[in-house]
Antibody, heavy 122, light 107 residues
Framework: DVQLVESGGGLVQSGGSLRLSCVAS????????MNWVRQAPGKGLEWISY????????FYTDSVKGRFTISRDNAKNSLYLQMNSLRAEDTAVYYC???????????????WGQGTLVTVSS | SYELTQPPSVSVSPGQTARITCSGD??????AYWYQQKPGQAPVMLIY???ERPSGIPERFSGSSSGTTVTLTISGVQAEDEADYYC??????????FGTGTKVTVL
């Protein structure tokens, strides 16, 4: 079975840093692009970052550009999100989610982890 | 920035049909996807590529598309279908976007 398990969340002061991890199992991690999606308390889903299977391509939503860095270690079946200069508005549950490749494109977010809560105090 | 607009809430009686719309200018050119999220849980994919259903998703969930609007239909609603539902697509550059979300209440 596909499993994605996030960790690394917690309470951090405004301006601080945090590194999230997502460990994958049940599939060949190196074959799949991955994403981070967040959800502020009581709010909707927000895609924040994407990384291709080979790490050559990354994308970010505008609100985290220059502050967050997505990376992966295919040998460790792990996805990471380095978050710097954190703000109160970054408070959210952070999910990792897989993209599935299909002929001619990909299907986004076909599997999700259970999420890890990041709280930024001001 | 690109937006996908959903109704905030939909109420439906058990056994009836619920329809949730999602509107966005790029939907004629980009596929739509639907996710169900129950309280305290991660989202689950219900529909991909406008109308395809992943294995394990009940047949009562279906998707359709017409112009700038896509629709998730839940036929024969059950109590367990009470949840938040999100559409998702991409803008013309391919950047992922989620809809505003719809809370489905089963009366």
């Amino acid at each position: 079975d596909v499993q994605l398990v996030e960790s690394g969340g917690g309470l951090v002061q405004s301006g601080g840093s945090l590194r999230l991890s997502c460990v994958a199992s049940g599939f060949t991690f190196s074959d799949y692009a991955m994403n981070w999606v967040r959800q502020a308390p009581g709010k909707g889903l927000e895609w924040i970052s994407y990384i291709s299977s080979s790490t050559t391509t990354t994308f970010y939503t505008d609100s985290v550009k220059g502050r967050f860095t997505i990376s992966r270690d295919n040998a460790k079946n792990s996805l990471y999100l380095q978050m710097n200069s954190l703000r109160a508005e970054d408070t959210a549950v952070y999910y990792c989610a897989r993209d599935r490749n299909i002929p001619g494109g990909r299907i986004p977010f076909d599997y999700w982890g259970q999420g890890t809560l990041v709280t930024v105090s001001s | 920035s690109y937006e996908l607009t959903q109704p905030p809430s939909v109420s439906v009686s058990p056994g009836q049909t619920a329809r949730i719309t999602c509107s966005g200018d790029a939907l004629p050119k980009q596929y739509a996807y639907w996710y169900q999220q129950k309280p305290g849980q991660a989202p689950v994919m219900l529909i991909y590529k406008d109308r395809e259903r992943p294995s394990g998703i009940p047949e009562r969930f279906s998707g359709s598309s017409s112009g700038t609007t896509v629709t998730l239909t839940i036929s024969g609603v059950q109590a367990e279908d009470e949840a938040d539902y999100y559409c998702q697509s991409a803008d013309i550059s391919g950047t992922y976007v989620f809809g505003t979300g719809t809370k489905v209440t089963v009366l």
